[in-house]
């Protein structure tokens, strides 16, 4: 009779480093991906096609001011955090940069300047801190998503659609190192 063992890796994944470079390790690919669709929409911002309508300005300005408002909380979340948690928060932190930089890209000449006000002041540890990120990651999501139903131009939908699959991974990782068992921490 035959039998066979499952062996668990050398290397544990317990380091909140490694569990988040884990969960997000598609998004760095993805974030970046709306970034480049931005800037080649804005480059074609002068022609007008079925993929693209005007109409859709003010719900992508709503978005970009959340994006915006999610970098300046991310900027003050990683203020005093150290090594490993300072990195999982910066990458965090990039990828709502790149958000950003990829709705002004699109928007080109229609962007409105957005709002700069962090939508929390998170303090502390990254435990600490994980599950208000979490819900702020949610909302986002959640607010991308809403927005995606209503507008009308495929290119805008695509965009925001790439930067909720990424928010989505956000919160499930920062849910995790909140406590969260990994089910609940998938649910959301």
Do not use: W
């Amino acid at each position: 009779m035959d039998t066979h063992q499952v062996e668990s890796p050398d290397m544990s994944m317990t380091t909140r480093r490694r569990l988040i470079a884990s969960l997000l390790a598609g998004g760095a690919v993805v974030a970046t991906a709306p970034l480049f669709a931005g800037r080649a929409s804005a480059s074609s911002a002068g022609s007008e096609s079925a993929h693209r309508d005007p109409a859709d300005n003010a719900a992508l300005n709503a978005c970009l001011e959340r994006e915006s408002r999610m970098v300046a909380t991310y900027r003050k979340a990683v203020v005093g955090l150290t090594e490993h948690d300072l990195a999982a928060m910066t990458l965090i932190l990039d990828h709502h940069v790149a958000y950003a930089d990829a709705l002004k890209g699109y928007l080109a000449v229609d962007v409105v300047n957005p709002s700069t006000a962090p939508l929390a002041s998170p303090a502390g540890s990254i435990a600490s801190i994980a599950r208000q990120l979490a819900a702020l990651e949610n909302q986002t999501a959640t607010i991308h998503t809403d927005t995606i139903g209503a507008i009308k131009g495929l290119d805008a939908a695509t965009l925001l659609a790439s930067i909720v699959t990424v928010e989505a991974r956000h919160a499930a990782a920062l849910e995790l190192i909140g406590g969260a068992s990994p089910i609940a921490a998938v649910g959301n």
